[in-house]
C-alpha cells in the first residue's frame, strides 16, 4: 500500500511543487480545498499519516477543522503552514495543535516532511 498525503489547498502553483515532492518519494497526495471534499475523497481516511493544510485558505474555526481530521484521521500527524506575516493565523493553528511552519520554513523541508511518510 503507497504512503498518501491530505493536503488541504487552494494554491495549485504550490500544490504541484508539494505534489513533486511527494511523488519523488514514491507519496501519494490528495488535496481539495474543504474538509469535507478532502475527506469523502480518501478511500480510508482512518489510514493517512499527515494532514497539510494551508492557512490562505479562509478556515473559519481552525479547532473544528482539526477535531473534524482527528476523528476521521486519529494517527495523523497535522502541520499547518502559512505566510510569515500572517502572524495571528500562525498562533490559531498552533493553539488548535497543529504543527506550525512559515511557507518558507514549509518550502525548505518539503522533502524531508513527505519523505518521513515514506519511510514510516
Excluded: N
Excluded at 2 to 9: E, G, K, Q
Excluded at 58 to 82: N, Q, W
Aim: hydrophobic residues 55%.
Amino acid at each position: 500500500m503507497t504512503a498518501c498525503i491530505a493536503f488541504l489547498t487552494k494554491d495549485l502553483m504550490f500544490q504541484s511543487r508539494v505534489s513533486s515532492a511527494a511523488k519523488a518519494v514514491s507519496v501519494a497526495l490528495i488535496a481539495d480545498r474543504s474538509v469535507e471534499k478532502l475527506l469523502s475523497r480518501l478511500a480510508d481516511p482512518s489510514t493517512i499519516p499527515l494532514w497539510i493544510i494551508d492557512l490562505t485558505l479562509e478556515l473559519e474555526d481552525l479547532v473544528a477543522v482539526r477535531s473534524t481530521i482527528g476523528e476521521a484521521c486519529p494517527i495523523a500527524k497535522f502541520i499547518a503552514y502559512g505566510p510569515h506575516v500572517h502572524v495571528a493565523k500562525l498562533e490559531a493553528a498552533a493553539a488548535a495543535g497543529f504543527e506550525v511552519l512559515t511557507r518558507g520554513q514549509f518550502d525548505h523541508q518539503m522533502l524531508d516532511i513527505v519523505a518521513s511518510v515514506a519511510e514510516a
